[in-house]
C-alpha cells in the first residue's frame, strides 16, 4: 500500500463548520470545487519532516506540525483502534499556519539540502524506504519541498487553515 501526502487549505469558516459536524470531512476532502486548493506531496513526505526536524516522527514547534502535525478530526472506531491503522485527517488554525510558514521562510534551501543523510534516514526508516543514495532521490524532495514553502506562504497570506492528510 502506497502512502501519500496531502495537504489542503480551507477557509476559518470552513474548518468551523467541518468541526460543528455542519459539514462531512470526505465532501470537503474529496468533494468537487472550482479551484482545488490541495497540495499534493506524493511519498516525499516523510523525508520533508525528516529534513525539517531531524527525526522520523518527533521534532519542534512549529515544525513538527507541518506535514505530520496539527489536531486529529475525529475519532477511530473500534477496528481502525484494533488494526492500528488509524491515520487522522489532521487541522491547522491559521495562526499555526502562520507560524510555520514564517519558520520556513527562515530555512535556506542549502541548509535543508546539509541536512539529507541518507544513512541516517534509512537506519530510522525514512518514508518510503528506499535506497536514499539513489541519484535524484534529493531533488525529487527538494521539488515538494519547494512546493509546500509556497503553498504554506499563500495559506498564511490568504489567512487560511489547512487539512492534513495521508492516503
Request: net charge negative; glycine share 6%; hydrophobic share 35%.
Amino acid at each position: 500500500m502506497s502512502m501519500v501526502g496531502n495537504l489542503k487549505r480551507i477557509s476559518p469558516a470552513l474548518l468551523n463548520e467541518l468541526l460543528q459536524g455542519e459539514v462531512e470531512l470526505e465532501e470537503v476532502l474529496y468533494g468537487e470545487e472550482e479551484v482545488d486548493q490541495s497540495l499534493y506531496l506524493d511519498k516525499s513526505w516523510h523525508a520533508i519532516h525528516y529534513l525539517l526536524n531531524g527525526a522520523a516522527w518527533e521534532g519542534e514547534e512549529p515544525l513538527v506540525h507541518t506535514v505530520l502535525g496539527g489536531t486529529a478530526i475525529g475519532e477511530p472506531d473500534e477496528d481502525e483502534m484494533e488494526s492500528g491503522e488509524y491515520n487522522p485527517t489532521r487541522y491547522l488554525t491559521p495562526e499555526l499556519v502562520k507560524q510555520i510558514s514564517d519558520a520556513l521562510q527562515g530555512i535556506t534551501e542549502v541548509e535543508l539540502q546539509s541536512r539529507y543523510n541518507p544513512e541516517q534516514m534509512t537506519e530510522m526508516d525514512i518514508y518510503p524506504s528506499i535506497d536514499w543514495e539513489d541519484d535524484g532521490e534529493l531533488e525529487y524532495v527538494m521539488d515538494y519541498y519547494r512546493e509546500l514553502v509556497a503553498y504554506y506562504r499563500d495559506a498564511a497570506a490568504n489567512q487560511e487553515a489547512m487539512l492534513l492528510y495521508i492516503t
